[in-house]
């Protein structure tokens, strides 16, 4: 016979490591973005040429043409788009509304950013720009505002 206490501890057990898993995640990829900041600006600027050679050559096969500038502020956008879905599935681990609870999600979003760019101060060859917190930040609020819009629509569907 199966034991309700059991099935609590269980479902607890899964909760907690819903928990961890999502902060982790969420750190790792906070690290993974600072871990960038601090490359010289060689190494970037290499990776970066690299990647537009890349996009311009098998996505527009030369017809249109985006500059290395242009995929370092789409890199920017996106990889804090990534830590605003990510900060989703804290806030739905700890059962915290994305919507009631937005300003301590936003304040995550800017802290990273203010703290990304304070390190490229620090980084050879590097600049910080309040041009690209704002593009960091952006990236981070589109990215929690459309998975916290996600979630709300899979849970409303759930509950009909």
Do not use: P
Not at 81 to 99: D, N, P, Q, Y
Request: proline share 0%; hydrophobic share 55%.
């Amino acid at each position: 016979m199966v034991n309700i206490v059991d099935i609590y501890k269980k479902r607890k057990n899964i909760s907690c490591a819903k928990k961890v898993a999502a902060v982790l995640f969420l750190l790792l990829w906070i690290l993974f973005i600072w871990h960038n900041s601090l490359e010289g600006a060689d190494a970037s600027s290499m990776r970066s040429i690299r990647i537009t050679d890349v996009v311009n050559g098998i996505l527009w096969d030369g017809k249109v043409v985006i500059s290395e500038h242009g995929i370092r502020k789409l890199a920017h956008f996106f990889e804090y788009a990534a830590e605003g879905i990510l900060a989703v599935f804290v806030f739905r681990a700890f059962k915290l509304s994305c919507f009631r609870d937005m300003g301590a999600g936003m304040f995550l979003g800017v802290m990273t950013a203010l703290t990304d760019e304070t390190i490229q101060l620090f980084s050879i060859g590097r600049e910080g720009a309040v041009r690209d917190v704002w593009i960091d930040f952006g990236g981070f609020a589109f990215g929690f505002m459309i998975s916290a819009l996600v979630f709300y629509c899979i849970s409303k569907k759930n509950s009909i």
